[in-house]
């Protein structure tokens, strides 16, 4: 639908008509003339657009992945990638946006809200929108946009959990704590911080597109994961020895990594959650270039410091470090200059490089470095905005990371026990050995390359 046939025609010719003029003082005279459905529209719009970008990421998360696990693991991992996104959409639904949002608009029974009585007796909602004329706040955007965008989000947390678990677990115990994860567990954390909940009101923790509520959730789960599953055989040997297992295609790997930079600029961007404004448009572009300089700041101090430490670059440490400097400058990507917002992905670019052997001396298997690239260096996003933006506090940093921190590691360590004790998290020995593509998928992703 033409962005013009949603207003009036006389609104629809003035806004163009502004548009074109040149910028003389009449032009402030004219700009009253547009009515506040535009505002609404290009609201709408910016989370739509942002929404689709984000989603654009699953398949960075799925190429990333493909790339970096084993080829008798690639089918599985790709299996993983759709399936979570769609159990995501389907649990966001029915529980986890009126989770996230209890104090929002909706409401049980059916009204212009869109808000009505699910089968089981839940709170869902219709997520096509509202026109204009059905609300009274046309300062925002339809709520179908609203859900879309905030959908994008919580379908992200459950991919970063998926590589690190990789090539030893099985892919329905996966599933099921995706369930949980997408439907209860980010939700509950994610309102406390952008649903008007105590982390926001009570200790003014500073998260604009969620280096914590994101990306560190989503950490937190895999590194509980990743304990209890235990690691890979062959991954580590006796006194302390590591024995590094590569990945199948680089290339994947690196078109994965480009996909989510691509990604990121929704992420970020539409989280300003405004464009109706000239000063909303400028803050959205100032993002964009604060995200963009924060990947390449990661990117390029991955590149130097493996060359430094050991005498060759790694593509893997500077795909990750790209994705590490994107997820550092997410906590706060309108304030800082682009000199800033670079040294602040490039620490994130530092934080892989020593943590990636760190978690391997502490036999902590994580197939594709999303430890080091989302949790700590989300932990660091939150903590450099306090150099950024004079609103934040130390204490309301600190503090809300622990809360988050504790009540992931908690509630995700305990639904992972309860799964392996049901019914098991790891695949058999000889399963792991012939690959998950044929003990759990049955369709090998390069059968000419893969027999044993």
Same mark, same amino acid.
């Given at each position: 639908m033409k962005l013009y046939s949603l207003m009036k025609p006389g609104a629809a010719l003035l806004m163009f008509g502004a548009m074109a003029l040149p910028a003389q003082a009449q032009d402030a005279a004219v700009a009253t003339a547009v009515p506040t459905h535009s505002v609404f529209i290009f609201n709408s719009l910016l989370f739509l657009i942002s929404g689709f970008l984000v989603m654009f990421m699953a398949a960075g998360f799925s190429m990333l992945e493909a790339g970096l696990v084993r080829s008798?693991?690639?089918?599985?991992?790709?299996?993983?990638?759709?399936?979570?996104?769609?159990?995501?959409a389907i649990m966001y639904y029915l529980i986890g946006y009126n989770l996230m949002y209890p104090l929002g608009n909706w409401s049980i029974g059916t009204d212009d809200t869109g808000g009505y009585l699910g089968a089981f007796g839940v709170a869902v909602l219709e997520a096509v929108g509202v026109a204009p004329e059905a609300t009274d706040d046309l300062s925002y955007a339809s709520t179908g946009s609203d859900y879309f965008f905030q959908l994008m989000f919580c379908a992200t947390t459950a991919s970063i959990v998926s590589g690190?678990?990789?090539?030893?677990?099985?892919?329905?115990?996966?599933?099921?704590?995706?369930?949980?994860?997408?439907?209860? +567990?980010?939700? !509950?954390? &994610?309102?406390?911080?952008?649903? %008007?909940?105590?982390?926001? @009101?009570?200790? $003014?923790?500073l998260d604009f597109a969620g280096s914590t509520v994101v990306h560190s959730v989503g950490g937190w789960a895999a590194l509980t994961g990743a304990i209890i599953l235990g690691a890979r055989k062959g991954k580590y040997g006796p006194n302390g020895a590591i024995y590094p297992i590569p990945g199948s295609n680089m290339t994947l790997a690196t078109l994965g990594t480009f996909i989510l930079w691509l990604g990121w600029f929704g992420f970020n961007g539409g989280s300003q959650l405004a464009a109706g404004?000239?000063?909303?448009?400028?803050?959205?572009?100032?993002?964009?270039?604060?995200?963009?300089?924060?990947?390449?700041?990661?990117?390029?101090?991955?590149?130097?410091?493996?060359?430094?430490?050991?005498?060759?670059?790694?593509?893997?440490?500077?795909?990750?470090?790209?994705?590490?400097? +994107?997820?550092? !400058?997410? &906590?706060?990507?309108?304030?800082? %200059?682009?000199?800033?917002? @670079?040294?602040? $992905?490039?620490?994130?670019?530092?934080?892989?490089?020593?943590?990636?052997?760190?978690?391997?001396?502490?036999?902590?298997?994580?197939?594709?470095?999303?430890?080091?690239?989302?949790?700590?260096?989300?932990?660091?996003?939150?903590?450099?905005?306090?150099?950024?933006?004079?609103?934040?506090?130390f204490?309301?940093?600190?503090?809300?990371?622990?809360?988050?921190?504790?009540?992931?590691?908690?509630?995700?360590?305990?639904?992972?026990?309860?799964?392996?004790?049901?019914?098991?998290?790891?695949?058999?020995?000889?399963?792991?050995?012939?690959?998950?593509?044929?003990?759990?998928?049955?369709?090998?992703?390069?059968?000419?390359?893969?027999?044993?």
């Open positions: 008798k693991n690639v089918s599985m991992q790709l299996t993983k990638n759709v399936a979570l996104f769609s159990f995501a690190t678990l990789a090539e030893r677990m099985k892919l329905w115990p996966f599933l099921i704590f995706t369930l949980v994860l997408t439907g209860v +567990l980010y939700p !509950i954390q &994610a309102s406390w911080k952008w649903g %008007g909940g105590f982390l926001d @009101t009570q200790f $003014g923790f404004s000239i000063g909303d448009i400028a803050d959205v572009s100032r993002i964009f270039a604060n995200t963009n300089a924060g990947a390449a700041g990661g990117a390029v101090a991955a590149l130097l410091l493996t060359q430094i430490i050991y005498k060759k670059t790694d593509i893997t440490m500077v795909l990750n470090g790209a994705l590490a400097g +994107l997820v550092s !400058i997410t &906590a706060e990507p309108l304030t800082p %200059g682009l000199g800033a917002a @670079t040294l602040i $992905g490039a620490v994130g670019g530092v934080i892989v490089v020593f943590a990636v052997p760190m978690l391997d001396k502490l036999k902590i298997d994580d197939v594709v470095g999303a430890i080091p690239v989302h949790l700590f260096a989300g932990i660091w996003g939150t903590l450099a905005v306090l150099f950024t933006n004079p609103e934040a506090t204490y309301g940093q600190i503090a809300s990371i622990i809360i988050v921190g504790v009540f992931m590691v908690v509630t995700s360590g305990l639904v992972w026990l309860i799964l392996n004790a049901v019914m098991g998290l790891r695949v058999s020995e000889e399963e792991e050995m012939v690959g998950l593509d044929k003990s759990e998928i049955g369709v090998e992703a390069y059968p000419e390359f893969t027999k044993i």
